[in-house]
T-cell receptor
Framework: AQSVTQPDIHITVSEGASLELRCNYS??????LFWYVQSPGQGLQLLLK??????LVQGIKGFEAEFKRSQSSFNLRKPSVHWSDAAEYFC??????????FGAGTTVTVRA | SQTIHQWPATLVQPVGSPLSLECTVE??????LYWYRQAAGRGLQLLFY??????ISSEVPQNLSASRPQDRQFILSSKKLLLSDSGFYLC????????FGSGTRLTVV
């Protein structure tokens, strides 16, 4: 069975600073990997996804993520955070692009 | 364009009352549809998914049920709500990754 761990429950970052959110997964083969963002009281929006190919994936809103098979990781990064990036971020893994397992989420607070 | 609608946005229901949450999609046909629940401080739990009309797969035993009476309609129901049914319910459809609805915040009191 697949599983996802997001080690950081909450991260606070200054506006303009870089951001990295960690995601570790457990799965026996090459997984499908996703990052979603959720603003308060809203549904989830897909930021980016990895199925195969280039291990550095570009997404929307200036985010990118890197798949590292040796570390079973799919960390999300953004070079310069904006106040609007304050939200909850979820990493997800699956054997395909449905029936995903989601991590518990990381809440990002952006301070001025 | 492809859109997903979910309602109501918020709902407060007494214990033992029935529940019906509706999700509809537009701009697509024969979508794979999903119901997820998000409890406070936790990730998302897949409750049900459907690959077609009348086809429902349940992922976890619970007090809830799902139905798909039409191609683009997915309904989550309960005959008698429990306190533990409180949470944020999200409908989603598969489009190379999920597209989620805006969710329903259910509080059972």
């Amino acid at each position: 069975a697949q599983s996802v761990t997001q080690p950081d429950i909450h991260i606070t970052v200054s506006e303009g600073a870089s951001l990295e959110l960690r995601c570790n997964y457990s799965y026996g083969a090459t997984p499908y990997l996703f990052w979603y963002v959720q603003s308060p009281g809203q549904g989830l929006q897909l930021l980016l996804k990895y199925f195969s190919g280039d291990t550095l994936v570009q997404g929307i809103k200036g985010f990118e993520a890197e798949f590292k098979r040796s570390q079973s990781s799919f960390n999300l990064r953004k070079p310069s955070v904006h106040w609007s990036d304050a939200a909850e971020y979820f990493c997800a893994v699956g054997a395909n692009d449905y029936k995903l397992s989601f991590g518990a989420g990381t809440t990002v607070t952006v301070r001025a | 364009s492809q859109t997903i609608h979910q309602w109501p946005a918020t709902l407060v229901q007494p214990v033992g009352s029935p529940l019906s949450l509706e999700c509809t999609v537009e701009g697509t046909s024969n979508p794979n549809l999903y119901w997820y629940r998000q409890a406070a401080g936790r990730g998302l739990q897949l409750l049900f998914y459907s690959v077609g009309i009348g086809q429902i797969s349940s992922e976890v035993p619970q007090n809830l049920s799902a139905s798909r009476p039409q191609d683009r309609q997915f309904i989550l129901s309960s005959k008698k709500l429990l306190l533990s049914d409180s949470g944020f319910y999200l409908c989603a459809w598969l489009t190379g990754g999920y597209t989620f609805g805006s969710g329903t915040r259910l509080t059972v009191v």
